[in-house]
């Protein structure tokens, strides 16, 4: 994870600065110039996925889409129970459904 996000910080696409809370790690936040580029990802991923989805039957989208939900839920459920029993398992689940921009790094 750390050599990921040393490329990101030597790219401009995240920033660090010191965690309040606790002092051997770090606050990563997108850039502007980071923001865009994952908003261009996310768009051509997003075509990427509709043009497949378009091929299936409508059957095979909806198990598909329920699926994934059931899996976001569990994943969910995993990072609420880690934290809640402090094991330090938050620190590594950056974000469930991808909203969160700022992860909490060593």
Known sequence: MQCCVNDLLTLGLVTATPN?????????????VGATRLARLRA?????????ASKLPPEDAEAALRVLTALIEHLRRRVDTARTAGTGAEDQAESVDGDAHRVEGS
């Open 20 to 32: 309040p809370l606790h002092r051997r790690s770090h606050l990563i936040d997108l850039t502007e």
């Open 44 to 52: 051509a991923e997003d075509a990427s996925l509709g043009r497949l």
